[in-house]
């Protein structure tokens, strides 16, 4: 049952039963707190000069820009 759907749910259930319910949630957290970059969205300046939020704004324009759908008619 190795590598299968099925294993993963019975490994899952396993590690809940033996680390607690919030085991996901924990170590989740543990990689997210490790994290050094900030990611997309880091209220820090990156080496463009603009912060996240600022980023995501522009990025999200030009992915409109290039929308394979037509014009709303």
Partial sequence: ???????GKQAGKTN???YGKD??????AMG???GKTGGFGSPLKGADG???KE??????????RKSRRGKRR
């Fill in 32 to 34: 997210g707190k490790l």
């Fill in 16 to 18: 809940k039963r033996k």
């Fill in 55 to 64: 980023r995501a704004s522009v990025m999200g324009v030009i992915g409109g």
């Fill in 23 to 28: 085991f996901y949630a924990k170590i989740g």
């Fill in 1 to 7: 049952m190795p590598g299968t759907v099925e294993g």
């Fill in 50 to 52: 603009m912060t996240g």
